[in-house]
């Protein structure tokens, strides 16, 4: 069974930075895509980035995807957060091929954790 377990998270202000972690087992980590949603209030989930490496469009030069290969954990680095940065952020995984940025393709999706940037 495939567990990710995030943490980070949390409040702070515009210009800001958080730090998201995602820890998996070692045959998750090696074996499978990895990156990150997020998922707004009233919208659809959005593939932020992945491991590989994807960001989308509204977070380039802003987030960080990185790997911790000897604690198999996948990171997320974000800095200079907006107030539309704010959503639920969930660590995926995923056996596709490539790097996918449509959620049905993750079979595999973290608790979720909450940033909420304030303006």
């Known amino acids: 069974q495939v567990q990710l377990v995030e943490s980070g998270g949390g409040l702070v202000q515009a210009g800001g930075s958080l730090r998201l972690s995602c820890a998996a087992s070692r045959r998750t980590f090696s074996w499978y895509v990895m990156g990150w949603f997020r998922q707004a209030p009233g919208k659809e989930r959005e593939c932020v980035a992945l491991r590989g490496t994807y960001y989308a469009d509204s977070v380039k030069g802003r987030f960080t995807i990185s790997a911790d290969n000897a604690n198999s954990t996948v990171n997320l680095q974000m800095n200079s957060l907006k107030p539309e940065d704010t959503a639920v952020y969930y660590c995926?995984?995923?056996?596709?091929?490539?790097?996918?940025?449509?959620?049905?393709?993750?079979?595999?999706w973290g608790q979720g954790t909450q940033v909420t940037v304030s303006s």
């Open positions: 995926v995984a995923g056996s596709k091929p490539g790097l996918p940025t449509s959620p049905a393709d993750y079979d595999y």
